[in-house]
């Protein structure tokens, strides 16, 4: 995958973990769990209280924005693209 390392090196890091089925993509459930604890500690590390909607609704918005090819999963590509663009 090409595209900024460190973004590249996050995903390497992070996509195993995030993977819990071990298929080699994200579920919504997986990618939504994955990218809320993300978004919780964010909010948290800038003091703005973590408000379970809210970090459901941007994990949602997310998951649309990062599925590129609309099959209901993401790709490490995929992944790699969607975080090199926030």
């Not at 993509?25 to 703005?48: H, P, Y």
Request: proline share 3%.
């Amino acid at each position: 995958a090409s595209g900024n390392p460190q973004v590249v090196a996050f995903v390497d890091q992070q996509f195993p973990s995030a993977d819990t089925d071990g298929d080699g993509k994200l579920s919504a459930v997986e990618f939504e769990a994955w990218i809320g604890k993300i978004k919780a500690a964010e909010l948290q590390q800038t003091g703005k209280p973590v408000v379970e909607a809210e970090v459901k609704t941007y994990a949602n918005n997310a998951f649309a924005s990062a599925d590129k090819d609309a099959d209901k999963a993401v790709t490490k590509v995929e992944l790699t693209q969607f975080l090199s663009q926030a």
